[in-house]
């Protein structure tokens, strides 16, 4: 954008200065620094050198900076004198900037402003390619050929999610962090702000216990103690040893399990050695920094050149060749993009529906000053002062608007970050910032100069001294009934296309919620529940410390039974595992299709009602029955490994169970795994005791007679007696899981509606203003009516006909501008059609009843209008 | 004679300093060093294309190198007519500082 606005003769030679003033500031003094160095510069430079130099020099000359000034105090005083028309506009603009402003704020941070990272745009993750064709993690001797063959990446980074307890005798508590190759925050190119990275020696199997903060965690659990380097924290019950802490700067984007992001860091302790290090072990993610320079394509290219040597070498380790290289920031906001970018198209219409009526309200006025203008006309003001002024005032209205509408964002921003997903990454950036007070105050200030030069135009052009000496300032030209007509118009057409989109939406989420997940979450409580430290160092006490919490929560009263799990559906975790039938061997065998991995203790298909439908469930004789090794699948995964579901007796291999062969004793109904308008249902369901290791963390589940509080804290009390040293955390009943499922399309419902309403009150008093104002002109036509016999329903015809036929375009306009619209609201509708006629006909329904109540008011003083009076005025 | 600001005097009497190597980021630096002032590339250059259209500065293109993304420089020096209305100028201020007891005699 700056090279494109400084002349070109200047162009290289002071964006090159910059680039180097600003590569040297980042080295000195910090990246922040720099950046700011950099915008301040960049505004200086413009200022000398812009290419719009003739034109911003003409404009000067024109309106001098000091008559201006003059003309906003004059602005001020003129809105005094007409204070509703002041608050009305204010308040209008207000409430298009206010949601502007707030919507900005949110996406921002997230999908325009670049990634908290030096260069971020050269970070990208690497992904393998899965059997389906998509990105899957990689698996750690990939990643080391990556690392020694790729000549375009400047460094690789593995990470892999983590969560452990900070053992604190009077408040453990249960934290996310991240398990990372030691050039992790080398590649980010993040510095530590106390002591120092991991050392390579660091990132090895059984390496010292070392251990990077936060700076939030350091903040909130160690007093922000500046000697904490060195020191030893407890984790899990393990001493680590403080290497370092981040800047409060630092912004955790990658880990997956996420409530405040990642707020610890230990060495990823990897070696090719290792059996989970395999190939196929593809449980890593891959951060790569491509080099300076070079084109993200030609470095995807290398690695699928590394791909395919590695396909070629291994060909039973690869489903498929190829890889992704994905950018950062496209990755970690992928979720969210959508529903950010439909929010966004809907806070523009938002904003061109009120400036829309601020507008006209604006021409309504000018209609009424033609007085003041011919006058000002006839003393010698040229049109470039008359357009100055009413810029001038529109400033003042829209400064006025603009403060407000930010206070509005300020405070209903906290309320919209409530509503974010709660896997949004960058939450802590989405507040009124600088870069969002710039962006709104360039919007004002664009507002106020469409709200003054469209009046102005009018204003030149009617402002005859002539006929304003003679007519008194009576007025009625067309043209600027047009005009107004016009604008209103358009405003219902968009505030129509708002009201289909939140209607679709609506119907989307109530479909959507309608999907039986294949389960019943009504009355389901579920707790996370950890066994973290040496006294769970051995499988058989995490599985008898899960027995022993069941058996105490299954005698609350009020408890029906209860389960644990190691994943719970819809939760957005995954665990997912390649099965294959032992009589249908693979050549490939990474070529098993996927099914979702439940490890279960208790009984899960009675605690969530999933259905069994053929065979027997699980119970506790299976636990530990190493021979049979007893799973059971869903109807899906069993339909596609043999194509039926009469299945029972055949047997599967599972990777990581302990028997190399499993025995299927019963088949389930499907669930939703990973979202309720995903079907992806295949699953197994395998004995805890059976696997070949445990997880230090398992959902309960239990299915409960009510949800009241004090009954789930009744549940949770129960569970923690069994070992308080372990923490319980994410209580949340199931109908929660599911609803949260659902999170983004939740944020989009609740953005649009809101708009929706608003556009609605927009639009409806944008009608309202255009016919109050042609009736308030038609006084003495309507008069003269009423004198002459016209009824009571004559004259209310007159109003109703010209309010409604304003609507019927408006609306005719929406359905067309609907339907080329919501197509891009495709991504966010589930089971209905973009164009659904129902839809359509009910916001045209909705529409007609606001632009019906809209007319009323003006009817009424049309009918009120006393015919002897009107007569006797003129 | 041109008279010159206080701002070109800094910049021509930067560039003289800095010789060959004279372009943005190297007379921003040497005026910050020495004269203690924090002035933005843009004001320099300001400075510079209004010395230049008085013939007091000439310019070149330089090469484009790798830390400034491949752009290009531009290398200032100060011509004849630069040092002799510098010069004028300096002891211009010379002679009015001279002899006044407020520690600001001319160097």
């Known amino acids: 954008m700056l090279e494109r606005a400084l002349a070109s003769d200047a162009r290289d030679v002071i964006v090159g200065d910059l680039a180097e003033r600003f590569a040297q500031d980042a080295a000195v003094r910090g990246f922040r620094a720099a950046r700011w160095r950099f915008w301040w510069e960049a505004l200086v430079a413009l200022r000398h050198f812009s290419a719009f130099g003739t034109w911003r020099n003409s404009l000067l000359r024109e309106a001098s900076m000091s008559s201006f000034i003059a003309d906003l105090r004059h602005g001020a005083r003129i809105l005094r004198l007409a204070p509703g028309f002041a608050a009305v506009a204010i308040l209008t603009i207000a409430l298009a900037i206010g949601p502007t402003t707030a919507v900005f704020s949110i996406v921002d941070p997230l999908l325009i402003e670049p990634l908290p990272y030096p260069h971020a745009d050269r970070l990208a993750f690497v992904f393998e390619r899965g059997q389906d064709g998509r990105p899957t993690p990689i698996g750690y001797q990939t990643l080391q050929d990556i690392r020694d063959r790729a000549t375009l990446l400047a460094s690789v980074a593995a990470i892999s999610s983590t969560q452990s307890t900070l053992s604190d005798p009077t408040q453990p508590e249960r934290l996310d962090g991240l398990r990372v190759s030691w050039n992790y925050l080398s590649t980010l190119g993040v510095h530590t702000m106390l002591g120092r990275a991991f050392t390579r020696e660091e990132d090895a199997p059984n390496g010292p216990g070392v251990i990077i903060l936060s700076h939030g965690l350091w903040t909130r659990r160690f007093g922000a103690d500046s000697g904490i380097v060195g020191r030893a924290v407890r984790m899990d019950g393990r001493l680590r040893t403080v290497v370092g802490v981040l800047p409060a700067s630092y912004d955790d984007v990658v880990a997956t399990t996420r409530n405040a992001g990642a707020e610890f860091f230990v060495p990823l302790g990897y070696a090719v050695t290792l059996p989970w290090a395999c190939r196929t072990c593809r449980h890593l993610t891959a951060i790569a920094r491509i080099r300076d320079g070079v084109d993200r394509q030609r470095a995807l290219a290398e690695l699928n050149q590394i791909s395919a040597q590695l396909v070629s070498a291994y060909p039973k380790e690869y489903a498929a060749a190829g890889m992704f290289l994905t950018p950062m920031q496209e990755e970690v906001t992928r979720a969210a993009r959508p529903a950010l970018l439909a929010v966004l198209g809907a806070v523009a219409l938002v904003l061109l529906i009120a400036v829309g009526n601020v507008v006209n309200l604006q021409l309504a006025r000018t209609v009424r000053r033609s007085g003041e203008f011919a006058v000002r006309i006839a003393l010698g003001a040229g049109a470039g002062r008359l357009r100055q002024q009413l810029v001038a005032e529109s400033l003042v209205l829209a400064a006025a608007g603009g403060s407000l509408g930010v206070a509005l964002a300020w405070l209903t921003l906290p309320v919209l970050r409530a509503q974010l997903p709660h896997e949004t990454p960058r939450m802590a950036a989405v507040r009124v910032d600088v870069r969002v007070l710039v962006a709104t105050t360039a919007l004002v200030v664009v507002v106020a100069i469409v709200m003054g030069l469209v009046p102005a135009r009018m204003a030149r052009r009617r402002a005859s001294l002539d006929g304003t000496l003679r007519g008194g300032g009576r007025v009625g030209q067309p043209s600027h009934h047009r005009t107004r007509a016009l604008l209103v118009a358009s405003e219902l057409a968009l505030a129509m296309m708002l009201l289909v989109s939140a209607t679709l939406l609506g119907r989307s989420l109530s479909r959507l919620l309608a999907i039986d997940p294949g389960f019943e979450a009504a009355n389901l409580v579920t707790l996370q529940i950890e066994s973290a430290g040496p006294n769970y160092a051995r499988m058989a006490s995490v599985t008898a410390y899960r027995e022993r919490v069941l058996d105490a929560v299954r005698d609350v009263p009020g408890v029906v039974d209860a389960a644990t799990v190691t994943t719970l559906p819809l939760s957005g975790d995954i665990d997912r595992y390649g099965i294959t039938a032992q009589d249908r061997p693979l050549a490939n065998p990474e070529l098993a299709p996927y099914a979702n991995g439940y490890r279960v203790i208790g009984d899960l298909f009675l605690t969530m009602r999933i259905r069994l439908l053929e065979g027997r469930d699980l119970d506790r004789r299976d636990q530990g029955d190493t021979v049979a090794s007893p799973v059971i699948l869903s109807a899906g995964l069993a339909r596609t490994l043999w194509g039926t579901t009469h299945v029972v007796g055949k047997r599967v291999h599972v990777p990581n169970a302990r028997a190399n062969w499993s025995t299927v004793v019963g088949v389930a109904g499907d669930i939703h795994n990973r979202a309720l308008d995903a079907s992806d249902e295949n699953a197994i369901y395998v004995p805890e005791s059976n696997w070949s290791f445990a997880n230090s963390g398992a959902v309960l589940v239990v299915r409960t007679r009510n949800t009241s509080a004090a009954l789930i804290q009744a549940v949770r009390d129960a569970a923690h007696a069994i070992d308080p040293s372990q923490p319980i955390v994410g209580v949340r009943t199931m109908d929660a899981v599911v609803h949260a499922s659902a999170g983004q399309r939740r944020l989009a419902l609740l953005l649009f509606g809101v708009f929706a309403g608003l556009a609605l009150v927009l639009a409806g008093a944008g009608i309202y203003g255009v016919l109050a104002g042609s009736v308030a002109e038609r006084t003495r036509e309507i008069g003269l009516r009423s004198a002459l016999g016209a009824t009571p329903a004559n004259v209310i015809r007159l109003v109703l006909n010209r309010g409604l036929g304003l609507a019927a375009a408006g609306i005719g306009a929406g359905m067309v501008g609907a339907v080329g619209l919501t197509r891009f609201l495709k991504s966010l509708l589930f089971g209905i059609a973009p164009t659904d006629p129902g839809t359509l006909a009910g916001a045209a329904v909705v529409l007609l009843a606001v632009a019906v109540i809209a007319c009323l008011i003006p009817a009424r003083r049309a009918l009120r209008i006393d015919p002897v009076e009107a007569l006797r005025a003129s | ?107």
Do not use: C, F, N, W
Request: charged share 25%.
């Open chain 2, 1 to 107: 004679m041109d008279t010159l600001g206080d701002l070109e005097q800094v910049v021509l009497l930067a560039v003289l300093r800095i010789g060959r190597d004279a372009y943005g980021v190297s007379i921003q630096q040497e005026i910050a060093s020495r004269a203690r002032r924090d002035l933005t590339l843009g004001t320099i250059y300001k400075s510079l294309s209004r010395l230049e259209a008085k013939g007091l500065v000439a310019s070149r293109l330089g090469e484009p190198t790798a830390e400034r993304g491949g752009r290009a420089k531009r290398h200032y020096s100060v011509s004849a007519a630069g040092r002799r209305t510098l010069q004028a100028s300096l002891s211009a201020l010379g002679r009015m500082a001279a002899g006044l007891d407020v520690g600001l005699e001319a160097p």
